[in-house]
């Protein structure tokens, strides 16, 4: 089990900080959440530290606001800035012993909080509060509100460099403490505008309260046990009359003087079907074992019991290989269901790892040109190639256009959003989800009813008199696209780079620009926001075309104006969501079609939209910064167990505070704790230098990079002039130390050295040498001590003289 919340490293090691309370507590508002999660911790160490915390959230999640309190006695609050500045910001802090918060996005779906300087006994409280819209269950007038717990683990590396983008990352899935020691508060308090009939949970024991204050569309839930974790996602279903009409609301946002529109429905219609093509793509990964893949069989027998007479139909299980069960689809016939499902009951979770590029490429590449074609990919998403698969997607929905649709569903307690979701999105197709206990029938036989319709398309809102395609009131901006590769071999001379016009801002923006397929029984859910001066229409204009003609839909704008910036967060939080996709108005309008679209206009963009509704996304942070007087930032500064480590950056080495725990290992090495945590070791050997120079905690770069710390150098044999080579190691900081009467380089064959404060060296005491030596080598493995220790003489002190060199400065390694 797997518990989320602050870690710290040292040696290769994490340690929790423990946790002594979790709350939870969410708003639902008819169809969109706010939520709070508070968790406080306590360094109950000797010494300061730094530490992380990673947690989950959906992938259209708007993180909003962010805070931290300090013993109970001081608040800060986040703001939010371009993360390279943010994380600058950060280490600088740390530097000057400041107590230090940020916040950024690892992926879409996970995000990271850094805290540095927790002094001993002090108890924090992170706040983070977060909005989403709810999904529309599989019945009708339900919405769906989820608290992701977990992190699934992902397969494969991310591939991420934080060193590219500046920001303080750690890749890649983190164990945590498995101790739990605290009791979980969840309250979720509902307010819909009309009367709530039901309210249940597919996943935990809950109490539920109605008519809160005699009001029948007012409710309170908690659980209705005492729990320590939430072992897996907590999901909420709610039941409230007129969900599912169509709706209109306009906010008003007092600080940036906006108003904001948001239309949602859930579309109620019927249309022929047509004869299609149906590919099932099944995960058989490891990661499926148990309830996942129970629940992706039964889930596959369900969907083939349900086929038409006049389909085609194939099945391909994937993990670390991929097969399918037809070599091409075969026509629905008592032969092939028969297979089929005999195929459906016998699968299992043997195919390894999870790899779900090629088996959705050889989906494309073998479909049918002569019918339209729906996939359904069935996993719990734990991949990290979610931009790659994305990609695929794309490419396949624009080479077949309107002849190929990705439908996804979640399978499991503990599913990747971000996968499941991306994939529907870019195929022009919806995601639904379904937990190992949840039962799936409506889901699913609604999902294939529609992959087997043609879609309604050349969809059109009218928002207001002020169109989209008034191009006389557009900002242009003019951008220097990325400049192109030059080959080293081409005589060929390169044209002089020439900017391009953009069409960047507008007085309306709609989110997402490009308007989802319309679906029945789906909800659709799009925003608008009109800049100052620009007002609404009094009714809504959507229309559409469909295969068997046009529709169209009017819906009255609600007459009440709502103050404040919640909606105004989902509608940026979906703009940010376009730029990512590349889908936003500057990629897909007319004007710029044809344009090579540079990172640095979209990295512009999405920055200034985080900064304008505070919001944390792939470029900008929560800072947050607890300035402490002089006594405070000197005792920090000089808390034993904090050593300098470096963080790489795009052009220096910065240095930050880590932390050093104190252990009965110290003691077995003859090392004094002073010595440690003062950084003032004393040698009395060239090898008991090698060896007290990599005590320190390895430096949270390699972790940044590589979940496999880099090998120990072995101990040298006996050394001419006693030169040690340090590859692996070149970021490792050498306390500022000098030798007596001796003196000895340290070489690196990955990059440049600096200069080093140098350090006396005691006079050779024979017997701490030996007690020091007799010890295991770094890999855990017992040292050949007749061989290794064969050139001492245990009375001949010859061999200290021979390493006796002049006092010069260490070079200390850095890259």
């Known amino acids: 089990?797997?518990?989320?919340?602050?870690?710290?490293?040292?040696?290769?090691?994490?340690?929790?900080?423990?946790?002594?309370?979790?709350?939870?507590?969410?708003?639902?508002?008819?169809?969109?959440?706010?939520?709070?999660?508070?968790?406080?911790?306590?360094?109950?160490?000797?010494?300061?530290?730094?530490?992380?915390?990673?947690?989950?959230?959906?992938?259209?999640?708007?993180?909003?606001?962010?805070?931290?309190?300090?013993?109970?006695?001081?608040?800060?609050?986040?703001?939010?800035?371009?993360?390279?500045?943010?994380?600058?910001?950060?280490?600088?802090?740390?530097?000057?012993?400041?107590?230090?918060?940020?916040?950024?996005?690892?992926?879409?779906?996970?995000?990271?909080?850094?805290?540095?300087?927790?002094?001993?006994?002090?108890?924090?409280?992170?706040?983070?509060?977060?909005?989403?819209?709810?999904?529309?269950?599989?019945?009708?007038?339900?919405?769906?509100?989820?608290?992701?717990?977990?992190?699934?683990?992902?397969?494969?590396?991310?591939?991420?460099?934080?060193?590219?983008?500046?920001?303080?990352?750690?890749?890649?899935?983190?164990?945590?403490?498995?101790?739990?020691?605290?009791?979980?508060?969840?309250?979720?308090?509902?307010?819909?505008?009309?009367?709530?009939?039901?309210?249940?949970?597919?996943?935990?024991?809950?109490?539920?309260?109605?008519?809160?204050?005699?009001?029948?569309?007012?409710?309170?839930?908690?659980?209705?046990?005492?729990?320590?974790?939430?072992?897996?996602?907590?999901?909420?279903?709610?039941?409230?009359?007129?969900?599912?009409?169509?709706?209109?609301?306009?906010?008003?946002?007092?600080?940036?003087?906006?108003?904001?529109?948001?239309?949602?429905?859930?579309?109620?219609?019927?249309?022929?079907?047509?004869?299609?093509?149906?590919?099932?793509?099944?995960?058989?990964?490891?990661?499926?074992?148990?309830?996942?893949?129970?629940?992706?069989?039964?889930?596959?027998?369900?969907?083939?019991?349900?086929?038409?007479?006049?389909c085609f139909f194939n099945v391909i299980s994937f993990g670390s290989h991929f097969d399918s069960l037809f070599e091409k689809s075969q026509p629905y016939s008592?032969?092939?269901?028969?297979?089929?499902?005999?195929?459906?009951?016998?699968?299992?979770?043997?195919?390894?790892?999870?790899?779900?590029?090629?088996?959705?490429?050889?989906?494309?590449?073998?479909?049918?040109?002569d019918m339209p074609t729906s996939v359904f990919l069935l996993t719990d998403g734990c991949v990290n190639n979610v931009d790659q698969i994305v990609e695929l997607i794309k490419s396949c929905e624009e080479k077949k256009k309107d002849d190929v649709r990705f439908f996804s569903i979640g399978i499991g307690n503990s599913v990747s959003h971000n996968l499941v979701e991306s994939v529907s999105r870019a195929g022009k197709g919806f995601a639904q989800f379904v937990t190992n206990n949840e039962r799936m029938d409506k889901k699913i036989l609604g999902m294939l009813k529609i992959a087997i319709n043609l879609p309604i398309n050349d969809y059109n809102i009218t928002w207001t008199n002020f169109t989209v395609e008034d191009v006389s009131q557009m900002e242009t901006e003019s951008v220097d696209v990325d400049k192109p590769t030059i080959s080293l071999f081409s005589d060929n001379t390169t044209p002089p780079q020439v900017a391009q016009n953009f069409f960047t801002n507008i007085k309306i923006q709609q989110a997402p620009f490009l308007i989802p397929s319309i679906y029945p029984g789906v909800r659709f859910i799009v925003y608008c926001i009109l800049e100052k001066g620009i007002e609404a229409c009094k009714e809504i204009i959507l229309s559409a075309n469909s295969h068997d003609g046009p529709m169209k839909l009017l819906v009255p704008l609600d007459p009440v104006t709502l103050q404040g910036s919640k909606i105004h967060t989902l509608a940026a939080r979906k703009l940010i969501q376009d730029l990512d996709d590349g889908t936003s108005f500057i990629h897909k309008h007319p004007r710029n079609i044809g344009k090579p679209i540079p990172v640095s206009l979209i990295c512009e963009q999405i920055v200034k939209l985080g900064i304008t509704y505070t919001l944390v996304s792939k470029y900008t942070s929560f800072l947050a910064i607890d300035e402490r007087d002089n006594k405070v930032v000197a005792?920090?500064?000089?808390?034993?167990?904090?050593?300098?480590?470096?963080?790489?950056?795009?052009?220096?080495?910065?240095?930050?505070?880590?932390?050093?725990?104190?252990?009965?290992?110290?003691?077995?090495?003859?090392?004094?704790?002073?010595?440690?945590?003062?950084?003032?070791?004393?040698?009395?050997?060239?090898?008991?230098?090698?060896?007290?120079?990599?005590?320190?905690?390895?430096?949270?770069?390699?972790?940044?990079?590589?979940?496999?710390?880099?090998?120990?150098?072995?101990?040298?044999?006996?050394?001419?002039?006693?030169?040690?080579?340090?590859?692996?190691?070149?970021?490792?900081?050498?306390p500022d130390l000098s030798l007596a009467g001796s003196s000895f380089s340290i070489s690196s064959s990955e990059g440049p050295a600096i200069l080093a404060n140098s350090v006396k060296m005691k006079p050779p005491k024979i017997e701490t040498l030996y007690s020091f030596l007799n010890f295991q080598s770094f890999d855990g493995s017992f040292l050949p001590s007749d061989k290794f220790y064969s050139w001492f003489g245990k009375n001949d002190f010859k061999d200290f003289e021979i390493i006796r060199i002049k006092n010069e400065k260490v070079l200390c390694l850095a890259r």
């Open 334 to 369: 008592e032969n092939s269901f028969s297979k089929a499902l005999k195929h459906a009951q016998e699968m299992t979770a043997n195919y390894g790892g999870t790899e779900i590029y090629n088996p959705m490429k050889w989906a494309f590449d073998n479909s049918r040109n």
């Open 635 to 734: 005792e920090t500064q000089n808390f034993p167990n904090q050593i300098i480590v470096p963080t790489r950056s795009d052009e220096h080495i910065d240095k930050k505070r880590r932390s050093i725990k104190t252990s009965s290992t110290l003691n077995s090495y003859n090392l004094d704790e002073s010595e440690v945590f003062n950084n003032n070791f004393s040698f009395e050997s060239e090898e008991e230098f090698i060896f007290k120079s990599y005590l320190a905690p390895i430096p949270l770069s390699f972790l940044r990079e590589s979940q496999t710390p880099p090998p120990m150098p072995a101990l040298p044999a006996k050394p001419a002039n006693f030169e040690v080579t340090c590859s692996a190691y070149s970021e490792s900081i050498i």
């Open 1 to 310: 089990m797997q518990i989320y919340g602050l870690v710290y490293f040292v040696d290769y090691h994490l340690y929790s900080v423990p946790l002594q309370n979790v709350s939870v507590e969410a708003n639902i508002v008819d169809m969109i959440a706010e939520t709070t999660v508070c968790q406080t911790y306590k360094n109950i160490e000797l010494n300061s530290i730094e530490a992380i915390y990673k947690f989950p959230l959906h992938e259209a999640t708007a993180v909003c606001k962010f805070e931290a309190e300090i013993d109970g006695k001081r608040k800060i609050k986040g703001i939010v800035k371009e993360a390279k500045q943010a994380a600058k910001e950060y280490d600088e802090a740390i530097q000057q012993g400041q107590g230090t918060y940020l916040l950024e996005q690892h992926q879409p779906d996970i995000f990271q909080c850094s805290i540095g300087n927790i002094t001993s006994g002090q108890t924090v409280v992170i706040k983070i509060t977060y909005v989403t819209e709810l999904k529309h269950d599989a019945e009708t007038e339900k919405v769906r509100f989820v608290f992701p717990t977990s992190i699934a683990p992902r397969y494969g590396s991310s591939g991420y460099s934080p060193a590219n983008d500046g920001k303080k990352l750690i890749p890649d899935a983190i164990s945590y403490s498995s101790e739990a020691n605290y009791y979980l508060d969840i309250a979720v308090t509902c307010r819909m505008t009309s009367v709530i009939q039901s309210i249940e949970s597919p996943s935990h024991h809950i109490s539920t309260e109605l008519n809160i204050d005699d009001n029948p569309n007012v409710s309170k839930i908690t659980l209705a046990e005492q729990i320590t974790y939430l072992e897996k996602d907590f999901i909420l279903v709610v039941k409230s009359l007129g969900l599912d009409q169509p709706r209109a609301f306009v906010e008003y946002n007092p600080q940036t003087e906006t108003n904001c529109i948001m239309l949602t429905l859930v579309p109620k219609f019927a249309i022929n079907s047509i004869m299609t093509e149906l590919t099932f793509v099944i995960d058989r990964s490891g990661s499926m074992q148990d309830g996942p893949m129970k629940k992706a069989s039964e889930a596959l027998q369900l969907l083939l019991r349900s086929l038409p007479e006049d």
